[in-house]
């Protein structure tokens, strides 16, 4: 593992023998100093631990060659694994630890998902400590020993711990609290911070490991699932890395698992690959008719999944390459018969030995399977001849009399790979550009696979195949003799292929010299228009390439597909080969068939190397776009390249607001597809027009909004955007965001990078709410964004609320809302009120029959809305109560629960004032004052007794200027309310039977109601 920091998160390890110092087995503590040579209290190899139980002394990490503590999670100190994505719980940047599954391709686990046992417990796992480690070998969980992990998580009571340094924010000394969450401390650390609320009402995060600093004590711990004990690493050892038997990524230069046209089946049980769908395809209810079906690889997608085509369905199938296994129904010895249509072979036989002419010898005839290569590929003898045939291309047939087949030769290191074709454009927004999908032509290698039939030798070739067959192969001397008597085939070509176009892409540098000594010519192309210098490009032979450019090889000469060595070069991310051409001045600037140019496919294939090759060349042409309308910035903001974002912008800055036809900007793409940190620079680095808008009139922000990219609102939104800004059909960002939570199921994610949203989300999760286009909805509001704005359908965001509970938690957050006039806030708060009026007025009429909404729990939101420094909060401390004079019965005390709500006339504070001897709670304190009769069930008020025991006096309280100038505040609500919504003049004094109204001026030529839009059919005066 990595060297030891404070701030890590720990659990005893394999020398403990101090008892019960940690609070038990499976207790965790924070490494808060590591020791150093020298010191007399903490030397070399060791490190002091704060135990979550209270306890602190130091422990050996090497000391005496002992070895006290294992690691339980370095996320505190800040270790991410930014290019990963956790399988589990699809969470991007793994925090801590990795954990890579052996068996499975590119399935990785966080820490939290892994000890929860996500995935199959069978399968060995390969353990990532930092980005930079190699796995160490873990084994499998199925009989690995699990134990019960306590300490500071959810649920735990804590008390002020040994680095408090927060005043009275606890309510005092000795007061507890619960931890209601633990999370990261912005970009900093992860789960280095607990979320506590105190009994004293107030809530804050404090340091659980962050900087080493812990400022919480454990009084009850709580239990944050079991770990795998024996998993874990040692702290301060250095452990064995694995065997590198480990799945490599689909984007690992390795061989992809399957070639095109394989036979391949369905081997997991339908719930596995249900699971396993997840990021690879997703999952079809339909796909379960197939399991039992034998199809045919139709290609490998640039994530490394497999689609597989099934014989008589027009449908294919994404699926994941672990769920698959080859079919291959053929041994050695096998009699088969070759098809008979010729058409079918050749189509078959692409990628699997290739066809030529003399293979039609061979069909309608039967011979023998010598030889079954790994990728299902088989050696036929037919009539004294062999030949390499797709297993599609025979069948079995009955062997009658026994075959014998000639000698044979065949070479073992033939190289059989196949390149497969490269999708170059990911499938765009369909809000933006549609479904539109393309594929590059530079893609396709031309030696789909280095021809069998030039690797072997077959009788009845040519001269020009036997030429091209040695050079294929290397055989130096073999070509010079075939040369020598015929100099004239030196450009013959096999099967489309020259002799010097496969000896550049094998990269036989004798064989090249030697050709180009014979006069060959690089300006031959194959069928796919590719030359000597593009094949070199598709070998990655750099050497070879520079051979043939000083050779006055024409070096942007393009393909069929437009094409030129450049673009092949990128594609297949050979950056020697791109840094060749770049260093003889090849035209960097060359679009494809697709209108790309060499910049355009880098920043889709997200190499470095490649992007500062590209980006530092001086004849670098920015304006460039392709057939999409995308120039080389906005393909970087669509595609979420940050590196290639600020390259381009350090270059030319002056490109960043510039639009596609359709009026988007770089910022438009990247707030669409949710690149936060493409945003963020692009408004820093860029100073990008925040506020741009298309032609559809929409910016950034309402893009954003429209999509529920929390962390992209949250950036615009904190670096300036108007929030009050409509698109052309009159919505607001807060129309969008209410929409999304009427029209989608509420996400299960945390939104990532949004510190405030995501508080305000955990805050109304209290309350009920899980929906975080909701959570989104309710930070636009408390930042001023307006519930009044009526869209061109004359719909305001109130108009997309269907329940009193949800305007009630909107309009918690517009109380709090800090952009905007306060007249404009006023005014939202008087609608959220008229929107809630009728029902309201329904539960103050009798006794609530909803049992629901009597025992909703309101919490008011926290204005605090990021992990900021507990010293940083402003207001003061809730005060401690003083000692109860009269403690409420038991019975009382759970009514108090029940009826938690906002006080009924006020609206505002919450209800702690409990009615004797009907039990109620619906008032505040300030309001209980003057109260005769209870609210809710009509009964003489006796007393009134506060949450924590006092007796509130029935006298009138004496008005203070405060009490004044709140109660003034209330009447010009009241009186607004009742004005005409339509003029905000006149007195509100014709009613609809829709439930609106309007004075009798403005109602005069009313056909439709104006807020519900329905007809009138019926006005009512009012007097």
């Known amino acids: 593992m990595g060297g030891v920091e404070v701030g890590m998160r720990v659990v005893r390890g394999p020398d403990w023998r101090w008892g019960e110092q940690d609070g038990g087995a499976g207790h965790a503590g924070t490494v808060v100093e590591v020791g150093r040579p020298g010191s007399s209290t903490t030397p070399d190899r060791t490190v002091v631990v704060q135990w979550d139980a209270g306890a602190r002394t130091n422990y050996r990490v090497g000391y005496q060659a002992a070895y006290d503590l294992r690691l339980l999670d370095n996320a505190p100190v800040g270790v991410k694994h930014p290019n990963h994505i956790c399988d589990g719980c699809k969470r991007q940047a793994i925090s801590g630890m990795r954990w890579k599954c052996s068996s499975c391709f590119d399935y990785d686990l966080c820490t939290t998902c892994y000890m929860a046992d996500k995935h199959n417990l069978d399968h060995p796992f390969l353990r990532y400590d930092i980005v930079t480690s190699k796995g160490v070998d873990v084994g499998q969980r199925k009989t690995a020993e699990k134990l019960p992990l306590q300490g500071i998580f959810v649920g735990a009571k804590v008390i002020r711990g040994p680095d408090w340094d927060w005043g009275n924010q606890d309510g005092g000394e000795g007061k507890c609290g619960r931890v209601t969450e633990i999370r990261g401390w912005d970009n900093e650390s992860g789960r280095s911070v607990a979320n506590v609320t105190w009994l004293c009402g107030s809530t804050n995060v404090y340091r659980v490991g962050h900087k080493g600093k812990v400022d919480l004590k454990v009084l009850w711990p709580a239990t944050n699932g079991h770990i795998y004990t024996f998993h874990l690493p040692v702290l301060g050892k250095q452990e064995e890395c694995g065997n590198g038997n480990e799945v490599g990524s689909a984007s690992s230069p390795r061989s992809l698992p399957f070639s095109v046209g394989e036979r391949v089946r369905v081997v997991v049980p339908v719930e596995d690959l249900r699971a396993m769908q997840e990021g690879h395809g997703g999952w079809n209810h339909k796909m379960a008719e197939f399991l039992d079906k034998v199809g045919v690889v139709h290609r490998i997608t640039d994530k490394g999944d497999v689609r597989v085509q099934y014989e ?119 809000n ?227 639009r596609k036809e359709d009026g988007f900007a770089a910022l438009h793409l990247a707030a669409l597809n949710g690149h936060r940190q493409v945003a963020e620079t692009l408004i820093t680095m860029g100073t990008a027009s925040i506020d741009i808008t298309n032609k559809k009139g929409q910016t950034p922000l309402l893009l954003a909004v429209s999509q529920g990219h929390c962390g992209v609102v949250e950036l615009l939104v904190e670096s300036g955007a108007d929030i009050h800004v409509c698109d052309e059909d009159g919505e607001t960002a807060l129309h969008l965001a209410l929409l ?62 269907n329940d009193t509970n949800t305007i009630d938690l909107l309009q918690s957050y517009t109380t709090q809302a800090s952009g905007g006039s306060l007249a404009r806030v006023d005014m939202d708060l008087k609608a959220l009120d008229l929107a809630a009026e009728s029902i309201r007025h329904q539960s103050l009429a009798g006794p609530s029959t909803d049992s629901s909404h009597s025992s909703t729990v309101l919490v008011r939101p926290q204005s605090q809305s990021q992990p900021v420094s507990p010293a940083k909060m402003t207001g003061e401390p809730s005060r401690v109560s003083p000692t109860p004079q009269q403690p409420m019965n038991d019975c009382n005390a759970e009514k108090v629960e029940e009826s938690c709500g906002d006080c009924s006339i006020c609206l505002e504070c919450p209800a702690e004032v409990v009615f004797e001897p009907c039990g109620h709670c619906v008032t505040c304190e300030d309001c209980s004052g003057r109260v005769k009769k209870c609210f809710q069930c009509r009964a003489v008020v006796m007393s009134k007794i506060t949450k924590d025991g006092r007796t509130v006096s029935c006298k009138s309280r004496q008005p203070s200027a405060e009490r004044l100038k709140y109660l003034e505040t209330k009447i010009a609500e009241i009186e607004e309310a009742h004005c005409c919504s339509i003029c905000m003049e006149r007195r509100r004094n014709v009613a609809f039977l829709c439930g609106h109204g309007a004075c009798v001026i403005c109602a005069h030529t009313l056909k439709t109601c104006h807020m519900c839009r329905k007809p009138i059919s019926k006005k009512i005066n009012l007097y």
């Open 432 to 658: 933006e550009m549609g479904s539109t999908t393309g594929q590059t032509a530079a893609g396709n290698g031309p030696l789909s696979s280095i021809l069998q039939q030039l690797m072997e030798p077959e009788q009845d070739s040519t001269v020009v195949d036997h030429m091209v067959r040695e050079a294929a192969q290397g055989h130096t001397q073999a070509l010079s003799t075939l040369l020598s008597t015929h100099p004239d085939k030196v450009d013959g070509r096999s099967s489309g292929k020259t002799c010097l176009q496969v000896a550049c892409h094998q990269g036989h540098m004798d064989i090249v010299r030697l050709l180009l000594h014979h006069k060959a010519s690089l300006d031959i192309a194959d069928d796919d228009g590719d030359l000597a210098l593009h094949y070199s490009a598709f070998g990655n032979q750099p050497e070879i390439m520079e051979l043939l450019l000083r050779k006055n090889a024409s070096i942007n000469v393009v393909n069929k597909g437009r094409c030129s060595a450049l673009h092949v070069a990128v594609n297949k991310q050979h950056a020697a080969c791109v840094k060749v051409l770049i260093k003889y001045n090849c035209d960097i600037n060359i679009q494809d068939s697709y209108g790309d140019t060499a910049l355009h496919d880098a920043i889709g294939k997200e190499s470095i190397e490649i992007l500062e090759l590209l980006g530092n060349s001086p004849n670098l042409d920015l304006t460039l776009r392709n057939k999409r309308g995308f120039n080389v910035l906005h393909h970087a903001a669509l595609k979420g390249n940050n590196f290639a974002a600020e390259k381009l912008l350090l270059r030319s800055r002056q490109f960043v607001d510039v």
């Open 312 to 430: 008589g369905y027009a449908t294919r199938w994404t699926i994941h390459p672990q769920a698959l296994a080859r079919v291959t129904p053929y041994a050695p010895g096998d009699m088969v018969t070759v098809i008979l249509d010729t058409a079918k072979v050749k189509e078959h036989q692409k990628g699997h030995g290739e066809w030529i002419e003399y293979m039609k010898s061979a069909l309608g005839k039967t011979g023998v399977v010598a030889r079954v290569y790994p990728d299902g590929d088989l050696r036929v003898n037919v009539e004294g001849k062999t030949w390499t045939f797709n297993p599609l291309c025979v069948t079995l047939a009955p062997q009658t009399t026994p075959f014998v087949s000639p000698p044979t030769t065949d070479h073992d290191n033939n190289n059989r790979t196949t390149d497969q074709q490269q999708e170059q454009h990911q499938q765009p927004q369909e």
């Open 740 to 801: 999304k939570t009427s029209s989608t199921p509420p996400p299960q994610a945390h939104p990532p990078h949004a510190p405030i949203i995501m508080q305000i989300l955990n805050d109304i999760r209290e309350r009920g709410f899980k929906n975080v286009s909701l959570a989104l909805a309710c930070y636009l509001a408390q930042k001023g964004c307006s519930v009044t704005a009526a869209n061109s359908r004359s719909k305001t965001p109130l108009d997309l609320i």
